[in-house]
């Protein structure tokens, strides 16, 4: 992610149908610290190179430990149309097939609604993850803290999700074993309506009124030319 900045469109699209295009397996966390972009031939040999250069002239804090030495990082940003394909990484809770284990899983801010409710969930769990991704717009979309204590609590995140979504379907609650009482876009200009449309459609309550990642990829708001 860049520092308090959104993607480009033309750039947030074509991560955005990459992703969509590996999500075929139930993946379960699809956030933005796992979508990994590539370095284009631009950028490896010009960002690399002016990369090695600066450590040269300015070498990073270190230190040595025993027969160690351990380097800060420093940080790597390549032009922003230098950018190559993505790629998903950190499948270690993939699954394969249609599960609804009734277990957390997710991300905390990322989680979908039956998962917070307990609800069985399957493969559109990803595709709420997508939706919420601070690709769109810096920071997260739902607000999962509050209190005096500022912690995290299901009950704020439902009411986030209630503030932007419009209160869940009332078959949709009865779903649910869980006691619920117990417990924004700058970047888009000219392309709003669509790509509210083309968000609509992954953040629904419903895991069935979501759009399968291939319904998708012909969404109209991905064919438009920035």
């Known amino acids: 992610m860049r520092d308090n900045q959104s993607f480009p469109v033309d750039l947030l699209k074509g991560i955005l149908i990459h992703l969509l295009h590996v999500l075929d397996c139930l993946h379960t966390e699809a956030n933005e610290k796992n979508i990994l972009l590539l370095l284009d031939e631009n950028s490896a040999?010009?960002?690399l190179d002016r990369f090695e250069q600066q450590e040269i002239d300015s070498p990073s804090p270190r230190k040595v430990d025993g027969e160690r030495i351990i380097h800060t990082s420093r940080r790597l940003v390549p032009h922003i149309y230098n950018y190559g394909?993505?790629?998903l990484c950190d499948s270690?809770?993939?699954r394969f097939g249609k599960y609804d284990p009734m277990i957390d899983i997710q991300p905390y801010q990322y989680r979908a609604p039956e998962v917070?409710?307990?609800i069985p969930w399957d493969e559109k769990v990803d595709i709420s993850n997508v939706g919420v991704?601070?690709?769109?717009e810096y920071g997260n979309m739902f607000n999962t803290t509050g209190g005096v204590e500022n912690k995290e609590n299901n009950i704020y995140h439902l009411a986030h999700m209630v503030a932007l979504l419009g209160p869940p379907p009332k078959d949709y609650l009865h779903r649910s074993q869980r006691d619920l009482l117990g417990g924004c876009q700058k970047n888009l200009e000219g392309e709003k309506v669509l790509f509210l449309q083309f968000a609509r459609t992954m953040l629904k309550w419903k895991p069935e009124e979501r759009?399968?990642?291939r319904e998708l990829l012909q969404d109209p708001w991905l064919k438009v030319e920035a």
């Open 45 to 47: 040999d010009e960002g």
């Open 85 to 87: 394909p993505p790629t």
């Open 92 to 94: 270690g809770q993939a």
């Open 116 to 118: 917070i409710l307990d």
């Open 133 to 136: 991704l601070g690709l769109f």
């Open 211 to 213: 759009l399968s990642a």
